[in-house]
């Protein structure tokens, strides 16, 4: 007899800011185990590239453009799969964007780039699938989280500042909806080597810090990721909801103290 208490198969999954990093492993993952993947993104070549990439000719991923600064085009996608496939059952709300430098030196333009997509974008998709599964009185959302809502880092402030949005946004739908059938929890990876951070990490001095303080010893890699999520969007955790999963190889368990031992 096959245990299905972890399984995601034939669960309609939306994925932004699933063609590259956290997300595409993601989309990848539950594509792997039988869910009815579609990922979104804004670049139509590079969403098309990973589709191919990570779908099958028994199970394709769909590839649907949408740009997650902007409602218009998240009702649009969110119509889509809708009328495509009937329901959503599970969203992977990854699509986020991020600058380092000081907080005085920020631009008007590049901080409502950031708030733009990882914040209102992230509410809006919420707000759009969460309709769709209102409707169907089932569902299970998953928002990233970050690090930052545990232990802010420097010259990240508006980034922080949008995970702490979703860590409150998660929190707050989930007790409006749970009593309607719909879950929404959030994710939160560490230190995850992906192609935007593996330069940051390839400095000797931060690789050294990030390593001393993930008491695994290592730095997390995106399909890190895959197995909470399918926790999350599964039956195993029918009685979780308005939580945060930290995903960080221990980092948020305490800081490494550079003192003799």
Not at 64 to 86: P, Q, S, T
Not at 90 to 98: D, E, M, R, S, T
Request: with cysteine.
């Amino acid at each position: 007899m096959t245990d299905t208490l972890f399984s995601v198969a034939g669960k309609v999954t939306l994925v932004s800011g699933g063609s590259r990093g956290i997300g595409k492993a993601l989309a990848a993952g539950f594509a792997a185990r039988g869910a009815k993947v579609v990922i979104t993104g804004r670049e139509s070549s590079t969403l098309a590239a990973a589709a191919a990439e990570i779908g099958s000719s028994s199970n394709p991923v769909v590839p649907i453009v949408c740009d997650a600064a902007k409602k218009e085009d998240i009702e649009r996608c969110v119509h889509e799969v809708a009328d495509r496939f009937g329901r959503i059952d599970v969203l992977l709300n990854v699509a986020g964007v991020n600058k380092r430098k000081p907080a005085e030196t920020y631009t008007a333009e590049e901080f409502d780039f950031i708030i733009d997509i990882n914040l209102r974008g992230a509410f809006w998709m919420a707000v759009e699938v969460g309709k769709v599964m209102l409707a169907h009185k089932s569902g299970s959302q998953i928002h990233i989280d970050s690090l930052n809502t545990f232990s802010p880092l420097k010259n990240v402030t508006p980034y922080a500042m949008t995970k702490f949005g979703i860590s409150a946004m998660s929190r707050g739908l989930a007790t409006e909806w749970g009593p309607r059938g719909v879950r929404v929890n959030a994710l939160a990876p560490g230190f995850v080597l992906t192609d935007l951070t593996r330069k940051l990490w390839s400095d000797p001095t931060m690789l050294a810090w990030g390593l001393a303080n993930t008491p695994v010893g290592r730095l997390g890699e995106v399909d890190d990721m895959v197995g909470a999520a399918v926790f999350l969007a599964s039956e195993a955790s029918a009685f979780m909801t308005g939580q945060v999963v930290r995903v960080d190889g221990g980092f948020s368990a305490g800081m490494a103290w550079p003192i003799p031992s």
